[in-house]
């Protein structure tokens, strides 16, 4: 039986106002108009010049969109949002009556209970539900589907190579092709401008991103985050989120798809396991350097 859990570590929050597309789409990387109750986008908020700030998914709820983002960090991300509202008519407001639900179902578990849609970055990642909690659990009951260990979904979505916030980002520091969001889906380049747009596209059309983040087989201790990962002796990554012998790695390109690599991190020996997705990407990347 598929399981589910409550997201403690997410929040909710509510963007509301005649203005709330408009506003958005200026400032996140993805078309939020694409965002409706079964269908969710994953976008990201960075800096002018491209840094990672957050990421969060939207959808549509009635005449307002609702963010599923990192609780942690919810109450900063509600500040930077209000900063640009300016005369726009758009209200940013927590939506503490809402939880965010997880589940690797492999189909929509709920009708009524919420916005609930798939996993807009890999197909296997399954559903989020986004709604009152006791609705939530109503639906899941009805669905058969039981509350489960949190520790099953990370792994899985380690397992996928899908990012989680500022477990695997650094604030401030992270590009948004290092999150492979240029590989995920988390980027629309045809909706128009948005802020750090010209740094990211740049990045993504000469192909300057030389670091992306793979999950790797832990043999050994697992990493703390931050730990650096070594191939004889030099420094080839960074550890970041780590469940079940799995751990995230922000690694150089050249390192990711090298099954025998002898890389190593403290005590441990490291494997890399990039997902298929990843794998190709890199491929065809490789083959147009060659080609130019």
Known sequence: MTGYHIAEDRSVLRISGADWIEFL???????????????????AFVTPQGKYLHDFFLAADGE????????????????????????????????GDLVVSLTA????????????????????AGYRLIGARSAVERAMAAAGIAPA?????DRRRLALGLPDGSRD??????????ANADLLGGIDWGKGCW??????????????????LTPMHVDGPV????????????????????????VMVLARTEVIDEAES??????ARLHPAPPEWLKAALRESNAASGAA
């Open 25 to 43: 789409q200026g400032i996140v990387s993805n078309d939020v108009a694409k965002a409706g109750a079964d269908r969710g986008v994953w976008a």
């Open 64 to 95: 307002s969109i609702l963010l599923d983002c990192e609780r942690a960090r919810a109450d900063d991300l509600r500040k930077r949002l209000r900063r640009y509202t300016l005369r726009s008519d758009a209200r940013v407001e927590a939506a």
């Open 105 to 124: 179902a492999a189909s929509a578990p709920a009708d009524g209970a919420g916005a609930c849609f798939p996993d807009p970055r890999h197909r296997d």
């Open 149 to 153: 260990d949190p520790l099953e979904w």
């Open 169 to 178: 980002m650094e604030i401030e520091r992270s590009t948004l092709a290092e």
């Open 195 to 212: 802020m750090g747009q010209e740094v990211t596209a740049r990045m993504h059309y000469r192909g300057l991103a030389k670091r992306r």
């Open 223 to 246: 990493p703390p985050r931050g730990a650096t990962v070594e191939r004889g002796g030099k420094p080839v990554g960074e550890c970041r989120s780590s469940a079940g012998g799995l």
């Open 262 to 267: 002898d890389l190593r991190s403290g005590e």
